[in-house]
Each structure stands twice: as C-alpha cells, then as structure tokens.
C-alpha cells in the first residue's frame, strides 16, 4: 500500500449503525463498535454517531472506565432545543452535526470570523447546543438546492464550522445526484469549508444496488472528485468523477493522487459516516489499496 492511499483511507469511517438502514437497537451496535474498536482498523475513525436521543441510553450502556468517542447527530430544529451532550466522563464528543438555517448559521458564523468577538460567537451556538463555551467542531447541513450551497460560503475562514451532505437514505430521492454533490463540493473547495458526508457510502465505487436499484456514491468517488476541485476543477468535471462506475478507472485517479493532495483531500473531506464499518474495509481489500497482511505506513 502506498504513503499516499493510507493518507487517503486511513480515519475514514465513522460508524453509523445506530441511523437507517441499519439501525441497529444500541445493545447491537454497541457491540459491534466494541469489536471495532478492538481491532482497530485504520480506515476506522473510533468514532461512534449518535442521536442526541439516544446518548442517555448509550451512556446507560456503557461499562464503568469504558471510553467511547462519539459524534453527536441532531436531524431537526427542534432537536437543537434540547441537550447537546450527555454530561458522562465516559463519553468524549468528537463533534456535532447539525441542520440548521443559513440566517442563524451567518449569525454565529460572523461572530466567531470577528477577532474581537470569538467569545460571543461561541456563546451563540452552545446555547443553541447548551454545550460549554468551546464547543467541539459544528458541521452544518443546509437545505438542499442553490441557496444550500449559496451558505456555505458563510462558514468560510470560521475555525469550528464546516459542512455536511447526506449522499443516502431510505428512499431515492434521500440520494443527491453527482451534479448536486459536484456543486457542494467544489463551494466547499473555493471557501476552504471543511465537510463531512452523512449516510455515506458502504462501498468504494458508484454502482446500482442490486436490492433496492438505488445508485449511491463510492467513497473513492468522493476522495477523487474532492482532489478534482482542489485542483480548480469546475462542477461539471467533478460531476463526471462521481459518476464514475469503472473500478479501474476510478482506481487509476486515485492512485495518480500525490501526497501533499492527499493531505488536502483529507483536511477538506474530513470523513463519513457509513452504517456497516465492515464494507469499506473489504472493498478496499479486494480493490487491493490495502494488503491485509502488510502494516500501514506511518
């Protein structure tokens, strides 16, 4: 395996399990992310996502003196009322991920851009997250479509803010075509707004689901189109590297990708999360950008 696929692969994957379609009841994916965690695979980020629902029964369930990293995830408004992280030492949040609109967003965004003014800025969104004064990084989804992506540009040169896209779900319409991920992208590329992608790929090559006939996006597709728009690639050009279903193909960009893009990539496409932690590592395996049997560079 080479320097750069291990910049590339390597604290890739959050684990989802807990979200469709998966959805595992949390004594089963707190199992499985115990097993994870075990192994401690390198693509594997440690952390689990949760809903801010659902922390009190996860803390519930956590051993004494056992640690868990978490991702706190709040889908609606109404959740951002609420608490924003259990108060449990066995739990250390990792981030947030929220939806939220582009007007209170710009608020706290223009605060927190204010040297003057970083304190305000992070009073403004812990109450909104009733988190303590320095919250840990906030990645925002806005409604999708032009002015989505128009806000984006709102959260440029805020340390603390970045983006997310959802590229699936339980439905078609849940999975954005390549046009509408290419344009999220390259806006996140030309402001320098660090994203991460939720309900993202199992696999690492755009293909057609032979159960569902859904078509979602590859993670290989994600890490080369990301190097794409880093490079000045235009929407249109980072569309047709999503759209990529040629495992060669894909594999050949990728592999073209040098070592200082990689780290890019990576600083820009922070990561995602997928509900099964055990596809991505298999299809890396069997693409062979990773020899099981060979350690990771360092």
Not at 74 to 79: G, K, L, V
Not at 257 to 274: K, N, P, Q
């Amino acid at each position: 395996m080479s320097e750069t696929v291990a910049i590339l692969l390597r604290d890739l994957v959050d684990d989802a399990g807990l979200f469709p379609p998966t959805a595992l009841p949390m004594r089963q994916a707190l199992a499985r992310h115990r097993a994870d965690r075990t192994v401690g695979h390198p693509m594997h980020t440690g952390r689990l996502l949760c809903p801010v629902g659902a922390l009190p029964e996860l803390c519930s369930r956590l051993d004494d003196g056992e640690r868990v990293d978490v991702g706190v995830v709040f889908d609606t408004e109404r959740e951002l009322l609420g608490d924003g992280g259990a108060a449990d030492p066995r739990t250390r949040i990792t981030h947030y991920e929220i939806r939220a609109s582009g007007p209170d967003v710009g608020k706290a965004a223009r605060y927190l851009r204010t040297a003057a003014r970083p304190v305000r800025g992070r009073r403004f969104l812990s109450r909104r997250l009733r988190t303590p004064a320095a919250p840990p990084p906030i990645y925002v989804e806005f409604d999708r479509g032009r002015e989505g992506r128009e806000n984006i540009a709102q959260l440029s040169g805020v340390p603390g803010l970045g983006a997310r896209i959802s590229c699936g779900g339980a439905s078609e319409e849940a999975f954005p075509d390549p046009d509408e991920v290419a344009a999220f992208i390259v806006a996140c590329a030309d402001h320098g707004v660090p994203f991460r992608v939720a309900a993202g790929p199992h696999h690492a090559v755009r293909h057609t689901d032979p159960l569902t006939g859904f078509v979602p996006l590859g993670y290989l597709n994600l890490l080369a189109a990301t190097a794409g728009a880093l490079a000045g690639d235009g929407p249109n050009r980072v569309a047709r590297v999503l759209a990529v279903t040629d495992p060669d193909r894909l594999l050949a960009r990728v592999r073209g990708i040098d070592g200082a893009t990689a780290v890019g990539v990576r600083e820009l496409f922070v990561g995602y999360g997928s509900c099964s932690t055990r596809d991505p590592v298999v299809d890396a395996e069997r693409l062979g950008l990773l020899d099981p049997a060979l350690p990771w560079p360092t």
